[in-house]
């Protein structure tokens, strides 16, 4: 029942700050693109056809999500459509899909903290969510992206793996959930490895949790199977990838299921067991690199490294923390902050008689700290550091109450409400202004926000149907979304190539973008904003293409089209003579 209040307050001040954004545009490009590709499996495109013929160069781009998210946004959408139009029926569906996940979310949540610390510290917790307004970004009404479910699967893993020393079925749930996990995407993988690693050494030292990691490895083995079939075309079932699931990581995942599912045996001592577990490991990794060495890099290594200078290297979410608090010093506080708490929180969790010899503190701790040690090299990490640090800042709490000896409830919740993510960040930032700091240097929020608005990109769609070269990778999922236009490039780590090619066409001289436009060929050139290539500064920035047409100087092979379309500059590429 609580924790059903807690939801409603959640959705509740999501819905009011953000519903009325869903009628104009959606949060970030992933939730665009996603929307295109629910609409082709909506318009019968195959379950193992993830292909969308209008972006990038011929034969299209091959995407590596998961139908399985398509699936619950299309019964979703037709659901709502019963009673509703189709563009409202989105906008329903939008906003439902990424609420709806908070509730495993809150459950995943909650049972650790649960587990820690009982159901004082479940109680806690749920008020720290519904005051987490920083890490409630994946769940605001329009993300229909998978990070939102890839956070609710690994809670719930944790939760399930924390557990497992005394629920009979919850390592079998965690090796479920992580082989399901698989098969929506691998940003939680290391997460999910830990859950596994944890059970094996939990193992090594306790022979009688044999059964525990049996029912973990079998369930892992065989839900990463089934994952595997239900999300890989059949053709496609010999070819391996760094970025998805694919044959090199279920055969590996498999390998490591199981193996500790056949070698665990209470009976066996304890050098046996501690062999038995290094040589499962060896094993899968073995099969790992054996099938694709180059994956040993990460989800990256199969993109072209020129990409990363020109787009990766200037992706927010993939700045490092440092870099954060370097040149915005104020949002890098705000986001530091509650992690910073948060380890503190664990100093003192841990300080509790004996606590440090607790499986489930031991592996929450872990989760919490690889999420903190991602987060520092990339700030995309930030929601998953803020909702597996909340179990430990309600354990701490719990020993503020005791310390304190705050016994009524009034003091309780105040003290509660102090440590919550919403209260730490605004105070961090406050008191960032109050040294001095200075602000977020990108004050181009409002002109990307018009950029990216539906009414504003609409009017394209009244032009006869081409191939159009944007100036900016963000517009293309935007332009896919409310256009019949094809796009040449967008932010996506397999469209290296396309991705190249536009950044060329923009940084070349006219002169030479016009044979390079005339060779793919495009249909038209648009620009909003005024982020132009960053190969290319001062004057050759000023003689390229974008630099010149920032400057209205329009090459006389380009005709300058007259749209209702706000900030956007439409250029129409005139044929060859």
């Known amino acids: 029942m609580l924790l059903g209040l807690a939801w409603l307050l959640m959705a509740a001040q999501l819905l009011a700050q953000y519903w009325a954004d869903t009628a104009t545009t959606l949060p970030d490009t992933d939730d665009a693109l996603r929307l295109v590709e629910m609409r082709n499996f909506l318009a019968g495109q195959g379950w193992f056809d993830l292909r969308e013929p209008r972006l990038g ?38 906003t439902a899909w990424p609420l709806l996940w908070m509730i495993p979310s809150l459950i995943g949540v909650a049972a650790i903290a649960w587990r820690l610390a009982g159901r004082e510290a479940a109680l806690i917790v749920l008020l720290l969510a519904v005051f987490n307004i920083p890490g409630l970004h994946p769940f605001r009404p329009g993300r229909i992206d998978h990070h939102n479910v890839q956070i609710a699967f690994v809670l719930l893993a944790v939760a399930a793996t924390v ?131 180059q994956c040993l890099r990460g989800p990256y290594a199969q993109m072209d490294p020129a990409v990363w200078a020109i787009w990766l290297d200037r992706v927010a979410e993939m700045q490092p923390l440092p870099s954060l608090l370097r040149n915005t010093p104020v949002t890098g506080m705000a986001v530091a902050a509650f992690p910073a708490l948060a380890v503190i929180a664990l100093l003192i969790a841990a300080y509790r008689n004996g606590a440090w010899r607790d499986f489930g503190l031991g592996l929450a701790a872990g989760a919490f700290l690889i999420s903190l040690a991602t987060m520092i090299g990339a700030i995309k990490a930030y929601p998953y550091v803020l909702w597996f640090g909340m179990p430990l800042v309600a354990v701490a709490t719990m020993q503020m109450f005791s310390w304190f000896r705050l016994t009524g409830l009034v ?65 293309g999922p935007y332009l896919l979304a409310w256009t019949p236009h094809r796009v040449l490039a967008a932010p996506y780590h397999r469209l290296s190539e396309s991705i190249l090619t536009a950044q060329r066409i923009l940084a070349a001289p006219p002169e030479t973008a016009r044979p390079m436009l005339s060779r793919i060929p495009a249909d038209y050139l648009v620009t909003c904003g005024t982020r132009g290539p ?39 590429v005139k044929p060859d003579s």
């Not at 090796?175 to 993988?189: D, K, N, P």
């Not at 030292?205 to 892992?220: I, M, S, T």
């Not at 293409?545 to 089209?561: F, I, N, T, Y």
Request: proline share 6%.
């Open 57 to 94: 160069l011929p034969p299209g781009y091959e995407s590596h999500w998961s139908r399985l998210i398509d699936a619950g946004l299309a019964g979703l959408f037709v659901f709502f459509r019963l009673f509703a139009d189709a563009a409202m029926a989105e906008r329903l569906m939008g």
């Open 163 to 293: 557990w497992s020393d005394r629920v009979r079925w919850a390592a079998c749930a965690a090796g479920a959930l992580t082989g399901g996990s698989l098969a929506i995407g691998l940003e939680a993988l290391p997460v999910h490895a830990l859950c596994g690693i944890a059970l094996g050494l939990r193992y090594v030292v306790e022979p009688n949790c044999a059964k525990a990691l049996r029912d973990y490895g079998f369930a892992l083995a065989a839900v990463t199977l089934l994952a595997f079939l239900v999300s890989v075309d059949p053709a496609h079932w010999g070819h391996a990838a760094c970025d998805a699931l694919a044959v090199n990581l279920a055969g590996a995942v498999s390998v490591a299921g199981l193996g500790v599912g056949v070698l665990a045996r209470p009976t066996c001592a304890m050098p046996v067991r501690l062999i038995a577990m290094i040589g499962v490991g060896v094993a899968a990794a073995a099969v790992f690199a054996a099938i694709e060495p």
């Open 411 to 475: 003091p309780r919740v105040f003290v509660a409400i102090l440590v919550t993510p919403s209260v730490v960040t605004s105070a961090a930032m406050g008191l960032a202004s109050v040294m001095g700091l200075q602000g977020d240097a990108d004050l181009n929020t409002t002109a990307r926000q018009a950029c990216i608005n539906q009414s504003n990109i609409a009017p394209f769609a009244a032009l006869p149907p081409g191939l159009m070269v944007a100036d900016e990778l963000d517009w």
């Open 534 to 572: 960053v190969s290319v500064a001062g004057e050759a920035l000023d003689a390229s293409l974008w630099g010149r047409l920032q400057a209205g100087q329009v090459p006389d092979w380009l005709e300058p089209l007259q749209l209702d379309a706000g900030p956007w500059k439409v250029y129409r």
